[in-house]
């Protein structure tokens, strides 16, 4: 009896080493790195997808479906800073920009659904455009307020993760 526990005991333990061997690969190559690494900050890439648990074991369909979802978030946040915090109306057409940068995104998630890519790229370039276009509307050599320039540089990295998953997507880019 005795003997036996110790043989399933000793079976268990080699099975968990080969399942633990095995896998261990894979953690290193996962995809959210691989996308993550071909965009301008990685570390935004990364912390952005991994907060949503949906990212582990993810293909690049479920990835571009929360890079959509954390840019959408990020433009509205955007928005909400320069209702409250700036609370000027000199910022209405960086209102108006930020509108139209919100309806940009939503657009992208119909164009990844019917895997559109060409469609996705325009209207993820179309958010960016938004956003820097806003931090260009102080004028020639006029910096906005800093916190609405640290949103602006947050969302087109967000949109940048958007634009490589729709270009791997698409074969423009090869992932690893
Ligand atoms: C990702 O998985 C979903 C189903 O879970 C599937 O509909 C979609 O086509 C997959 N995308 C890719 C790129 O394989
Ligand atoms: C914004 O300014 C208006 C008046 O200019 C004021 O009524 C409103 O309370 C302000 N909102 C915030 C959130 O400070
Ligand atoms: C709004 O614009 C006017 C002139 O364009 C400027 O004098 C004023 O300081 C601006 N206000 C804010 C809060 O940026």
């Not at 965009?39 to 293909?59: E, F, H, K, Y």
């Not at 915090?85 to 657009?107: F, G, H, P, R, V």
């Amino acid at each position: 009896m005795r003997f036996s526990f110790n043989y399933i005991f000793l079976a268990l333990a080699y099975v968990l080493l080969l399942i633990l061997l095995s896998s261990a690969p894979f953690t290193f190559a996962d995809l959210v790195n691989e996308v993550c690494q071909q965009t301008i900050d990685p570390s935004l890439c990364s912390n952005s997808l991994r907060s949503d648990p949906r990212s582990t074991n993810a293909n690049l369909t479920i990835l571009g479906r929360i890079s959509i979802k954390n840019a959408q978030k990020s433009a509205k946040a955007a928005k909400k800073l320069i209702h409250s915090a700036i609370n000027s109306s000199n910022y209405t057409q960086c209102i108006a920009l930020y509108d139209e940068a919100i309806s940009n995104i939503k657009k992208c998630k119909k164009a990844l659904k019917s895997h559109d890519y060409g469609q996705l790229n325009t209207f993820i370039s179309g958010a960016m455009t938004d956003a820097s276009l806003c931090d260009g509307s102080f004028g020639r050599g006029i910096q906005g307020p800093p916190q609405l320039k640290f949103a602006s540089i947050k969302l087109q990295g967000l949109c940048n993760i958007i634009l490589v998953i729709s270009n791997s997507l698409s074969g423009i880019i090869k992932l690893v």
